[in-house]
């Protein structure tokens, strides 16, 4: 609902993406967001590095201006790279070629990334079990983000 | 100072008095001025130094994204309604007792108006990108978000905006023309020849004029009922407990006409004692506010009742854990200042007649609603980003000596602005003053007394 359309829409379930260039700051995306996971710029960046120290930066994302709401991307620089190589080799991705940065650092391997309309994909079966559930489902919002509650399975 | 003899104006006695503030100046208004100016600048260098540092200088925090700035927005959007309703309202309706306070009124909207359209931008996190939401043709193919209720207020307040200051300009061109015939000193008779458009009283540009407001005022009232009630859809739109109501249109509006009465007031009484012009502004216009003012609490208590009834009986936990911190928690005495000044003291209080006549009485009154009014903004906005949401991102807020630097920033430039105008145009609409008398005087035919004009 940002007024300056850095969030797109779209009728499926799939990450919220926001376009960071956009955004102007109104903050009201937080108001919006039952989850409160937004997260505001309070500073500029510090990108006064000594070289070679610039390079820990990721080239592929870009450095968000002071100002600026942003939130979970999802990785979304891992998956667009994954699926411009599937393509240009002509085929489908497969489950687990894309994973998340925090999936992937994860040493107890709690978060699971994948395709939830793949029902064989790894992330499908883990939340065939009863034991799953979403955050504050009753507001519809259809999170894609499924937990996994203690007990048997 | 000497005045040029009257020339085709009519009433010279009525003329001199109005006009006296434009052509005379006390040291009182230099005063007044400059310490208007002061806190003006204060908070302007303020909102400079903030755009420089960051929003991290406000009490602001995740989740607490919205508030003084927020709550004095919808003060100062609430503040500009009653101008537009008493002038467009009462004109309409053919109200006559409105004549000596309309200026007054439609200035006070167009000034906190302006006050209030610059608080969306002090508390963007990228005010230099603001015009990122206007909706124009650019190399960039950019286009606002039209679903969003922040893109529809900015549209509303510029409608409004633009149309307010149209509604205060067209009255004040023949008093301006008076002004100009009155004023001796040549900058002062270049200013007023330039804003009286050469206006001479013709018979057709009377007309003309007449009808122009009259369209105006038709105009510009759906404006301003769909201005407060956006303004409202701001929170109402939002999928947060306690701004997801429907009666947040309706109880917007009321609380806006309510704080606009409540300022109107405040500042006729001070007009009024600071002008001397206890002959144009008398007890009897200040009963007749009153009573719209009064009209306007009992409304503004019943539709305030209405949201909280619901809120308590419906006992949804997300509600419910909000009502919490406002009955007894954190905000309860705001809440408890809220009701005192604008239910409890208030009704009870304007149901005399010896009050709503008395102006000390109902100045101490209306400044004490507009303390309410603002802490109800202020309950609005903060309390449910409190603790909205999962209990972990639950948290407090206070705000810091920008924020308050920031509310001291409108209320400093709002009264810079209105003593400008003072100097800038006839306070009381003369002519308007003067088709009453003439209105009001009876002629003897025969036996008869009848009055001089039928009104249509």
Redesign the interface.
């Known amino acids: ?5 850095p ?1 797109v ?1 779209s009728s499926r379930p799939t990450i919220r993406r926001k376009v960071y260039n ?7 995306c ?7 996971v ?7 960046a510090a990108l006064n590095f000594v070289e070679p120290l610039a390079n820990q930066l990721n080239p592929d994302v870009t450095v968000r ?5 942003e939130k979970c991307t999802f990785c979304v620089h891992r998956i667009r790279e994954a699926a411009a190589d599937a393509k240009a080799e002509e085929r489908l991705l497969e489950d687990g070629e894309i994973t998340t940065a925090c999936a992937q650092s994860c040493s107890a391997n709690v978060i699971t990334f994948g395709n939830l309309l793949d029902p064989h994909s790894k992330v499908s079966t883990a939340i065939a079990s009863a034991r799953r559930f979403r ?2 489902e009753a ?1 519809g ?1 259809e999170p894609v983000v499924y937990y996994l509650k203690g007990g048997q399975a | 100072m000497k005045l040029h003899p009257p020339l085709v104006h009519g009433d010279d006695k009525i003329n001199r008095d109005i006009l006296r503030p434009l052509f005379e100046t006390s040291w009182r208004w230099w005063a007044l001025f400059g310490l208007c100016l002061t806190g003006f600048g204060a908070g302007f260098v303020t909102w400079m130094w903030m755009l420089g540092a ?3 200088v406000t009490g ?1 925090h ?2 607490v ?2 508030g003084v700035f927020i709550a004095n927005f919808v003060f100062w959007v609430g503040l500009s309604h009653s101008g537009t309703l008493i002038s467009a309202i009462l004109r309409l309706a053919k109200a006559d007792w409105r004549r000596p306070i309309t200026r007054a009124a439609e200035a006070m909207t167009v000034f906190t108006v302006l006050m209030a359209a610059q608080f ?1 931008l002090i ?5 230099w ?2 015009y ?2 206007i909706p124009y043709v650019n190399q960039r193919e ?4 039209f ?5 529809w207020d ?1 549209m509303a307040i510029l409608t409004y905006l633009s149309g307010s200051l149209i509604y205060l300009y067209l009255p004040t061109v023949p008093d301006f023309a008076i002004a100009r015939d009155y004023a001796t000193t040549p900058v002062r008779k270049k200013l007023f020849t330039m804003l009286a458009l050469g206006w001479r009283g013709t018979r057709k540009e009377w007309h003309r004029m007449n009808l122009a407001i009259l369209m105006l005022a038709v105009l510009v009232l759906p404006v301003a009922v769909s201005v407060h009630t956006i303004v409202s859809w ?1 929170f109402a ?4 407990p306690q ?1 997801h109501t429907t009666i947040f249109g309706p109880y917007f509006v009321l609380g806006a006409i309510y704080s606009g009465m409540a300022l109107v007031v405040t500042l006729t009484v001070l007009i009024r004692w600071a002008f001397k012009w206890e002959d144009y502004i008398t007890p009897f216009h200040l009963d007749k506010l009153s009573k719209i003012m009064l009209v306007a609490a009992i409304l503004w208590t019943y539709l305030w009742c209405g949201d909280y009834l619901i809120t308590w009986y419906g006992r949804l936990p997300e509600e419910k854990v909000i009502l919490d911190i406002k009955n007894g928690g954190a905000y309860f005495w705001h809440q408890l200042t809220m009701m005192l000044a604008n239910t409890i003291v208030a009704i009870p209080m304007l149901a005399f007649k010896k009050v709503r006549t008395s102006p000390w009485a109902l100045l101490f009154l209306t400044v004490f609603i507009n303390v309410g009014m603002w802490l109800e903004r202020y309950l609005i906005a903060v309390p449910t ?1 409190v603790q ?3 209990a972990y ?1 639950w948290t407090t807020y206070s705000p810091t000596w920008v924020e308050l630097m920031m509310s001291i920033y409108p209320f400093a430039g709002f009264v810079m602005l209105y003593v400008l105008f003072v100097k800038m145009a006839p306070f009381i609409s003369i002519w308007e003053i003067r088709e009453d008398r003439v209105a009001e005087a009876y002629k003897t035919m025969g036996q008869a007394k009848l009055r001089a004009i039928v009104a249509e």
């Open positions: 609902m940002r007024p300056a359309s969030c829409p956009r955004c102007i700051g109104t903050q009201y937080q108001n919006n967001d039952p989850y409160n937004r997260f505001f710029n309070w500073f500029e201006s002071r100002g600026v709401m955050l504050l507001l919002t | 960051g929003m991290w602001l995740r989740p994204m919205w969306p508390h963007l996190g990228r005010t990108f603001f990122y939401i950019m286009w606002g978000n679903r969003s209720p922040l893109a900015l701001d739109m939002a999928l947060a701004w980003l909205k949401g999962p991102t």
